[in-house]
């Protein structure tokens, strides 16, 4: 008896039966401790590219409203991985964000790039903004050793909005009617309306560049421009007379009706629609005003270098219209035709193809400042046929372009036409701004039934007018009564232009650690 017991021990011993079950298991848990890390390092892998990427575009937001460091600081929040905001994702938790500002010298002396006074808080001069992010990386399986989150963290840096980027080609089409006249009440300026307008172009000029670096910028052969600029007014002038707008002291040159020359055979690409050579929209530079060569070359004489703090040329003919000359009061209105936008902008589109033409690789801008209210009627004439809209045959109820109907649909459709990005050439098409000046409710009388925009106001047209909605601008913002589309919302048409040329180029990230 005490052999069998011996006997059945020694078996048990050796019976191997479910011991591969146990190193199974033990394998097993093994196993998915490695697979958990596995998968925890891919989940941190990613969540820290987010947060990377959602720092990027955080500082890309920030250096987009500089000067304004206020709003700067509200857009970093806005696009930041945080809870609720623009870049939150569930991989990312107790996200912090913070911008600081920066006056990088790198960026002064190779981009052009100079620091300008804050206008919001902090103050101070700058021209990038560095963000910094940290954030928790929840782990799935980290737990399983005693480690529950990653600590992550990231920056980013941007420089604003500026510099030398793309060369671009611009017109400004500047409202000269009687509106324009009156006083501005010391909303903008001290002077009529006109007078602050120009106030808004002198900016502009002061933040652009003229020509390249190094050289000296006049308009004569040889030097490059960059930033070329030209002035177009409505109603159209004689064009003998224009350059009166440039001389010191000032004149007003005769005021000249919205003329066709022959709208029975004429059409946008034939010319027939223009003016007729005795007249002209461009005023700076000099219109040529011959038959066959009325477009004028655009400026880039506004500074005399392209060095950040340079104070405008005097002796520019764009420069003492846009009344930056001393003692030389500029372009002054007068208006008597009414209000007709169409017919400018597809003039001022026409210069800016010729131009983009003359310097391959630039790009082409048209701002055009005015109430929106079009409302022209005697100023409307055909040389040849009968407008649109007009008598009482076939036509009397077409608003086709050039018509006396619908003049705010016509405008929208002319800007509309100069924006197709890219044009049958395939070449950008143009970035219209629209700045609303003192517009009211109401207006564009004209479209009240027979419109491609019918009953459209004054306000509506002006927003339509521009290429996009963050392209429209108003100083009737604070108020309601037409507020701008984007979240610039300016009153001062200084502040305005100056948001119009830093649009012209785009922020950038630079590497951090910049100086």
């Known amino acids: 008896m005490k052999l069998h017991k011996v006997t059945l021990f020694r078996r048990l011993l050796k019976d191997t039966r479910g011991q591969s079950a146990v190193m199974l298991a033990v394998s097993m848990i093994a196993f998915i401790g490695i697979a958990g890390i596995t998968i925890d390092l891919g989940h941190a892998y990613v969540a820290r590219q987010q947060l990377q990427t959602s720092t990027d575009v ?26 609720g905001r623009l870049s939150a994702t569930p991989n990312l938790t107790n996200v912090t964000v913070t911008p600081t500002f920066q006056c990088l010298g790198t960026l002064t002396s190779n981009m052009g790039l100079g620091c300008e006074a804050a206008t919001g808080s902090p103050s ?17 399986f980290g737990g399983m050793f005693h480690v529950p989150a990653f600590n992550l963290g990231a920056t980013a840096t941007a420089s604003m909005a500026g510099g030398q980027n793309t060369p671009w080609n611009i017109a400004i089409v500047l409202d ?4 324009m006249t009156s006083s501005d009440g010391g909303l903008q300026c001290t002077g009529t309306r006109e007078s602050c307008a120009l106030l808004g172009i002198q900016a502009l000029l002061g933040l652009i560049y003229p020509c390249q670096a190094g050289q000296t910028c006049t308009n004569t052969t040889g030097v490059t421009p960059v930033d070329s600029v030209s002035i177009f007014l409505f109603p159209p002038v004689e064009t003998s007379q224009a350059k009166d707008y440039y001389t010191c002291p000032t004149t007003i040159p005769t005021i000249e009706p919205y003329e066709f020359q022959n709208v029975t055979t004429g059409t946008i690409s034939n010319g027939l629609l223009n003016l007729p050579y005795t007249s002209t929209y461009q ?103 009968t407008l649109n809209g007009t008598g009482s045959g076939s036509n009397k109820n077409s608003y086709a372009y050039p018509s006396a109907k619908g003049q705010c649909g016509q405008a929208i459709i002319a800007a509309q ?49 521009a290429s996009s909605a963050g392209n429209f601008y108003s100083d009737e913002s604070s108020t309601g009564t037409c507020p701008s589309t984007n979240e610039l919302n300016f009153t001062q048409l200084v502040q305005i232009f100056q948001a119009i040329a830093h649009g012209l180029t785009t922020p950038r990230l630079v590497p951090n650690g910049t100086t």
């Open 283 to 385: 005023v700076v530079p000099t219109p040529l005003g011959t038959s066959g060569n009325t477009i004028a070359s655009f400026a880039h004489d506004y500074k005399t270098s392209d060095a950040m703090g340079t104070t405008l040329n005097a002796g520019s003919q764009t420069v003492i219209a846009a009344g930056g000359k001393s003692g030389c009061t500029g372009i002054q209105a007068k208006g008597g035709e009414g209000t007709y936008y169409a017919q400018a902008i597809y003039a001022a589109q026409a210069a800016l193809i010729a131009q983009q033409a003359a310097n391959p690789g630039s790009q082409n801008a048209m701002i055009i400042l005015g109430d929106g209210d079009m409302n022209a009627s005697s100023g409307l004439k055909a040389d040849t046929g």
């Open 58 to 83: 955080a500082a890309l937001a920030g250096a987009s409203a500089l000067p304004n460091t206020t709003t700067a600081t509200t857009q970093v929040t806005a696009y930041s991985a945080q809870t």
């Open 124 to 140: 101070g001069n700058y021209n990038a903004v560095k963000v910094l992010q940290t954030a928790k990386v929840p782990l799935w």
């Open 417 to 465: 036409s100069a924006a197709v990005f890219p044009n049958a050439n395939g070449v950008n098409g143009t970035r219209v701004f629209t700045v609303g000046y003192g517009i009211a409710s109401g207006g564009c009388s004209t479209d009240a039934t027979y419109s491609a925009n019918p009953g459209i106001s004054a306000c509506t047209a002006m927003k339509d007018i």
């Open 176 to 179: 000269a009617t009687s509106s």
